[in-house]
């Protein structure tokens, strides 16, 4: 079945510091979401991919879509302590609508 | 406000018993989710609902039950069957199912 891997498992960053997480499907997906869970909390939505090579900012923060469709990546620069959390990619391939949830990345900033 | 309310928030559930956990959101959103989320994992999906009447299971529906009778609510249980229940239980919405999720506050189920 479609699985949904991410890396790493956990990061531990200086806050200052650049921090990435991978998304890699193995099928290719229609579209991809990003989520973040502070611990303790729920899954908070921050954006949604759909084209192939997509690329999407929101402040320090970068998502890319690859060309295939099989791979994404957020990027966080000069982390802060409140991007502390958990996060998930989560993908859904044509023609179902469930959303496989990735492993998650949990961060730790350091101040 | 709207959003979407789970209750309770912690649940305890003796053994061979069936327990009802609620999700609500007024939200006027089509789509319903259950997740189940394990200590350090990933979320896994449980059943899913894009309209009223209509749901389908979703990776380990096994041993929980779910109804949709009503836009805003969407139940589900965790019955008897389900030997490994303790975990936490997220419920999520959507306007239409390939759209942003957005989650409650989860219920905590643990084994008596």
């Known amino acids: 079945g479609q699985q949904v891997m991410q890396i790493p498992q956990y990061q531990h960053v200086q806050e200052g510091e650049d921090f990435t997480t991978y998304c890699n499907s193995s099928?290719?997906?229609?579209?991809i979401q990003w989520y973040k869970q502070r611990p303790g909390g729920h899954p908070v939505f921050l954006i949604q991919?759909?084209?192939?090579?997509e690329v999407k900012k929101q402040k320090r923060l970068t998502f890319q879509f690859g060309e295939a469709k099989k791979n994404s990546s957020l990027h966080i620069t000069a982390t802060q302590t409140t991007d502390v959390g958990t996060y998930f990619c989560a993908g859904t391939t044509s023609g179902t609508y469930k959303y496989i949830f990735g492993t998650g990345t949990r961060l730790k900033v350091l101040a | 406000d709207g959003g979407i309310t789970q209750s309770p928030k912690y649940l305890f559930r003796k053994e061979g018993q069936n327990v009802t956990l609620s999700c609500e959101q007024n939200l006027n959103h089509d789509a319903m989710y259950w997740y189940r989320q394990d200590p350090g994992q990933g979320l896994r999906l449980i059943y899913y609902?894009?309209?009223?009447?209509?749901?389908q299971k979703g990776d380990i529906a096994e041993g929980y039950s779910v109804s949709r009778e009503k836009k805003e609510s969407f139940p589900l249980t965790v019955t008897s069957a389900q030997k490994n229940p303790t975990a936490f239980y997220l419920c999520?919405?959507?306007?239409?199912?390939?759209?942003?999720?957005?989650f409650g506050d989860g219920t905590r189920l643990s084994i008596l």
């Open positions: 099928t290719t997906l229609s579209n």
């Open positions: 999520a919405s959507s306007m239409q199912v390939d759209q942003p999720q957005h």
């Open positions: 609902s894009q309209i009223v009447n209509d749901f």
């Open positions: 991919l759909v084209k192939s090579g």
